[in-house]
Each structure stands twice: as C-alpha cells, then as structure tokens.
C-alpha cells in the first residue's frame, strides 16, 4: 500500500524511460506513483501503459517551476488536465526558456571549459525539458566531473558564474494554473533552506488560499529543523503532509519509496482532483 508522489523519467532530468521507472517502482514494491516531470507531461501515455499491464497504480502529474521573490520554488501538480490552454501554454513558455537559458550558460561554461550544445543535446532525447542536469552528464562525458552531483557542486555551482535563471510565473500564479487545470497542488520539498527560511506564514495564507492542498514534509533534501517547521505551518493551515523521494533513476542518490504518502492523503487528493484519473 505505498504511495511515493515524486518521481522523474527522462523526459525531464531523470535517467529512465517512463516505462523504465514504473518497472522500477515495481521492482521496489510500491503500489502507487506519480510521475512528476519537470515542465511537461509528455512521459504520461508511456508511464500509463506500462501501469495499466504491470498493475501499478499511476497518478499522472507534473512539477512545475515558479518562482517567489526570485528564489525557484518546485510545485507538484497531481492529476491535472494535460490539455489545459492555459497550462500547456506556460510549461511551452517555461520549456522553452529553459533551452536558451541552458544554452547560454553552455555559452559562458565553453569559454573556460571547452563544451557545446551538441555535447548537451547528446545527454537528452528531442523533447526533454532541458535542465542544469543535462548540463552537469555532458560536463562528466566530456571529463570535467567524475557524477551530476560533482558537477552541481563545481562548474554549476551559483558562485562559479555561469548561472542564470529561466522564466518561470510566481508561484501564487502556479498554484491557480493547477487548479484551473483540474489538479491538486502540493508545494515541493519546501525545507531544503531550513527552518528559518521556510515559505513566510502570511504567503502560505495566500498560497492556500489560491488552492493549495499539501506540503511535501518527508523529502530526502529537506533539512530536520525544516521539518518540524512545516509540521507546524501543515497543522495550523490545514494542509495534508505528502513524503516522497524526488527519484531521478542514477541521476540522484534518492531511492524510490525511502519516502511515502499516507493512503489517505493519496485518497483526498484523487477525490479533489477533476483534471484527469489514476491510471490501474
Ligand atoms: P534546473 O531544472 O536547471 O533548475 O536544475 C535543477 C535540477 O537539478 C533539480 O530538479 C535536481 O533534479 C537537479 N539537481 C540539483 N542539485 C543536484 C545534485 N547535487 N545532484 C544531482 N542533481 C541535482
Ligand atoms: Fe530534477
Ligand atoms: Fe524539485
Ligand atoms: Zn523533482
């Protein structure tokens, strides 16, 4: 009966194919997973089939980019409808600028690191929702870095100087969007900066009252003192508590299922949802 809410193919930054990760989860002895690609939900139909004849159950949803104040700020959005005008038109915009975003810090990286777009393209399938991911395995096929995680904490790391950001909408804007796309918004492993710098009680008041629905508390990078922070802020708002493991396949050390979701909270989210259906 576990339920892990946050997982990645590689239509966004994770290494499997869609189908890949719902054998994987299998494989890990869980019974209900979403798949929650960056920006796009173009993993659903693959991820679908292969639920349906392995007997999985598949919550289709996404992670959506935002941003609040300038810092980005990840929101899961379960059961949406995928053909909202309005959602798809944002996730293109945000696609989109990823792209020229990645291209351009390629651009500053080449300058002292010998690297072209070509070498990024090589690391992603047409179509994936280009991130610094992508940047950091052509930086290690190219030798720059022995793994992803190396590569974040040197050449793509913010003090380097090759960052910038994409667009991305507020995130009040983004939990609206997945309402009014039909889905239920949670708001993405908020503790990873630490207790003090948790998401402000009065935007939290705005941010449920544009629709959110839950925090995810039980995430491998949010900090213990965070924890027990949004613990606090879930009680007085009312708001469910999701645990998931953010599983990237080899691109991050998160296994599936070492975080999970409570039957009930899973229930209410399918009861609240009007997007689109569980997949069995
Ligand atoms: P971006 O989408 O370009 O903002 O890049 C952020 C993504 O990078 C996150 O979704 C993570 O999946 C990934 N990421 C961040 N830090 C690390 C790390 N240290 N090792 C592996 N992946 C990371
Ligand atoms: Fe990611
Ligand atoms: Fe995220
Ligand atoms: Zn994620």
């Known amino acids: 009966m576990s339920a892990d809410l946050h997982t990645h193919s590689r239509v966004s930054d994770g290494t499997e194919a869609p189908a890949e990760l719902?054998?994987?989860?299998?494989?890990?002895?869980?019974?209900?997973?979403?798949?929650?690609?960056?920006?796009?939900?173009?993993?659903?139909?693959e991820a679908s089939e292969a639920?349906?004849?392995?007997?999985?159950?598949?919550?289709?949803?996404?992670?959506?980019?935002?941003?609040?104040?300038?810092?980005?700020?990840?929101?899961?959005?379960?059961?949406?409808?995928?053909?909202?005008?309005?959602?798809?038109?944002?996730?293109?915009?945000i696609r989109t600028s990823r792209q020229h975003r990645a291209e351009a810090i390629v651009e500053r990286i080449d300058a002292d690191y010998p690297l072209s777009w070509q070498d990024v393209l090589a690391q992603s399938q047409p179509g994936t929702t280009i991130g610094r991911?992508?940047?950091?395995?052509?930086l290690v096929a190219r030798g720059y870095s022995a793994n992803r995680g190396e590569a974040f904490a040197g050449i793509l790391h913010p003090r380097s100087g090759y960052l910038e950001p994409h667009y991305a909408p507020d995130t009040l804007e983004g939990v609206r969007l997945i309402r009014a796309a039909g889905g239920v918004p949670v708001l993405a492993h908020p503790g990873t900066r630490g207790a003090d710098r948790v998401v402000?009680?009065?935007?939290?008041?705005a941010l449920v009252e544009a629709g959110l629905f839950g925090l995810e508390?039980?995430?491998?990078?949010?900090?213990?003192?965070?924890k027990v922070a949004l613990r606090t802020l879930a009680r007085e708002f009312g708001l469910a508590t999701t645990g998931s493991s953010d599983y990237h396949g080899t691109g991050k050390v998160n296994r599936l299922g070492e975080h999970t979701t409570s039957?009930?909270?899973?229930?209410?989210?399918?009861?609240?949802?009007?997007?689109s259906e569980p997949v069995h």
């Open 22 to 45: 719902i054998r994987a989860a299998v494989a890990a002895g869980l019974s209900t997973i979403a798949l929650t690609d960056h920006d796009s939900t173009d993993g659903w139909d």
């Open 51 to 93: 639920a349906r004849s392995l007997g999985l159950r598949l919550l289709p949803g996404i992670e959506l980019s935002t941003r609040t104040n300038g810092h980005s700020v990840h929101l899961l959005g379960y059961l949406v409808d995928r053909l909202d005008p309005e959602l798809v038109a944002e996730t293109e915009r």
């Open 133 to 138: 991911p992508h940047i950091a395995d052509a």
């Open 200 to 205: 402000p009680r009065d935007r939290l008041a």
């Open 217 to 226: 508390i039980d995430h491998p990078e949010n900090r213990e003192d965070a």
């Open 263 to 275: 039957p009930e909270v899973v229930e209410e989210i399918i009861r609240q949802a009007r997007g």
